[in-house]
């Protein structure tokens, strides 16, 4: 058997497993780089595992408020901005400006999963 099929074969076999199994892992640090940009934007300064904390915090918000019905975009991007900077005083002890965290809330919505409705 000639090598070449094979290792050509074997390519289109590990792109394939890397497309179908890693790339879904590689959207984490997509947001975190996201929610660490708005918040160098806004003139935060937050370490890593902070920032991870805020990730959590305001996508559990977000998710929480998008299942509300009934209620328009903005005044659900309000809530959530009020809920997660309550939140993340409350347990982080950072308080971050109302438009950083209005654009970590943008992004938070932007990586939420698509719904069928």
Request: without cysteine; proline residues 2%; charged residues 25%.
């Amino acid at each position: 058997m000639d090598y070449n099929v094979l290792i050509a074969i074997s390519i289109v076999v590990a792109f394939f497993l890397y497309i179908r199994f890693g790339k879904p892992y590689i959207k984490d640090t997509t947001i975190f780089q996201d929610v660490r940009l708005a918040l160098l934007l806004g003139g935060e300064i937050v370490r890593d595992g902070k920032i991870k904390e805020i990730i959590t915090i305001v996508e559990s918000v977000v998710a929480d408020i998008e299942e509300m019905h009934g209620i328009e975009n903005s005044e659900k991007e309000a809530m959530a901005v009020q809920t997660a900077s309550e939140n993340i005083l409350d347990k982080l002890n950072i308080e971050i400006s109302e438009e950083t965290l209005s654009l970590i809330v943008k992004v938070a919505v932007s990586y939420l999963p698509a719904t069928n409705k």
